[in-house]
């Protein structure tokens, strides 16, 4: 179950979003005086698709997924890690979220209450500048995605995924990845039997290292050869 604290200390915070850095001393404190710091447990959802959106998310410690819950099965679009706002797009757009996010390992999330984020971008242009990439990003992001699963063959789909982990997500070739198979092949859009049957190609022909959770990239310019031809 969630567990909840009062912010105490902001300014200090080892954990703090860069655009905090476009505010001064009193609008942090606005921020502090309206913010409550949740641990989540791994599997816990944070928000829940068709709710109403009552606070900015701000991840300061851990990973998420983000996913569209669907009839039959779900779709992963995004992971996101440490020191990243979750969902501004549902924060200044209709004040729903259309999705969910779900903890993927435990983790720390800033609910600021969403009025004060909203004033404070009206009042001060460097700070909505900030949220602005933020949201820009993780929309390209999306778009990205929605072409790759709709113009890509699963093997493509797969390689690109293994590469985003590796040059991004993780930042490097060997990485434990908290997704479960089922969860990997929601995040790729295809069965999970299709997922499993991949990843042990990939594994026979040595281009990745398996063990249990751990992955290992052997050959990324192979990777990026499949990713490319799709």
Known sequence: MAKFIKANDCHACPYKS???????GTDIDNIQNNCLIVTFKRGENICKQGTEVTHALYLAKGSVKLFVEGKNKNLILKLINERKY?????LFGDR???YTVAALEDSQ???????IILKLAQSNVEYLFELTKTLSESTNFVYKKIVDINQKQLRGRLADILL????TVFKNPTFDLKLTRKE???????SMENTVRILNEYKKDGIIGIDGRAFTILQPE?????????
């Open 164 to 167: 985003y982990f590796s040059e």
């Open 96 to 98: 729903i979220y259309n």
């Open 18 to 24: 860069y655009s905090l850095t476009k505010l001064d």
């Open 222 to 230: 192979i990777l990026r050869k499949i990713s490319e031809l799709g």
């Open 184 to 190: 990997l092949a929601e995040y790729s859009s295809m």
């Open 86 to 90: 979750i969902g501004l797009q549902s």
């Open 109 to 115: 999330i800033c609910m600021i209450n969403a009025d």
